[in-house]
């Protein structure tokens, strides 16, 4: 069934129905061409979706009827937020389509050092509506129950201020993969809560230059190495999402408290 997100919590709602309209309605009735009766999920901004069916179609909304809340949990157990340096060409799209679909909960994106693309804050806010876009596009086709929101930032003093809200930073760096390190990963899993909050940050194609790296450390970051091979910049993110599916959801490991 199709899924709609909303940017409405499930406990404002009342209990039998739910009345869409903008670009929900657009979809539904222009594009998708529903009637009375077509079923769809619908997704509020509290992460509750409902199964639903269109009870009414008007000039301008749709009224559906609301049921059973889906109960399937398709969410990592901890955040996951990917922070990429500016790549080139349509990488940052291809990261945060992907991500999406493997379940990233924030997308952030900063200009290093080495970041060859330049954006002002005209085409910054251009590419990050497109990019959240591509995000919502990506969380229906795979029957998320949140949809990530994606950020790209001015400048790495923002990240830095990012960095203060998470309850662990790793920094995937090249360096620590060549000497071997592949510990910190796992253990950062290992070590997180329900509910926490992981940030990840990744270079751009030139990678970070060692001032960059000091910056982070200082600022309480870790170094992880991503396995024995060097990934480019629009896979590593990927790696780390995937191992965080296999930590978490096929293992079936549950992360644990520390003493």
Request: net charge negative; with cysteine.
């Amino acid at each position: 069934m199709q899924r709609y997100f909303l940017n409405t919590a499930y406990g404002t709602t009342t209990p039998q129905s739910y009345e869409v309209s903008g670009e929900p309605f657009h979809h539904m009735v222009h594009v998708m061409r529903m009637e009375v009766g077509t079923q769809v999920y619908l997704v509020f901004s509290d992460g509750v979706s409902v199964e639903a069916r269109i009870g009414q179609i008007n000039s301008d909304s749709v009224v559906l009827e609301l049921g059973n809340r889906e109960q399937v949990h398709r969410e990592l157990p901890i955040n996951v937020t990917i922070a990429s340096g500016f790549p080139k060409g349509d990488k940052l799209e291809w990261i945060v389509q992907k991500g999406t679909e493997l379940g990233a909960n924030q997308f952030l994106a900063f200009p290093a050092k080495t970041s060859i693309v330049k954006w002002d804050q005209k085409k910054r806010q251009k590419k990050q509506e497109r990019l959240q876009k591509i995000a919502q596009e990506a969380a229906e086709q795979s029957h998320r129950q949140s949809c990530p929101r994606v950020v790209l930032l001015e400048n790495q003093s923002q990240l830095l201020t990012q960095m203060q809200t998470a309850d662990q930073v790793l920094i995937a760096y090249e360096e620590s993969a060549k000497k071997g390190e592949h510990a910190q990963l796992v253990e950062t899993f290992k070590k997180m809560r329900p509910g926490q909050q992981l940030l990840v940050i990744f270079g751009p194609e030139g990678g970070f230059l060692p001032e960059e790296i000091a910056q982070f450390l200082s600022a309480g970051a870790l170094c992880c190495g991503l396995g024995p091979r060097i990934l480019r910049t629009e896979t590593a993110p990927l790696y780390v999402l995937g191992a965080a599916s296999y930590h978490y959801e096929l293992c079936q490991a549950e992360p644990t408290s520390v003493d």
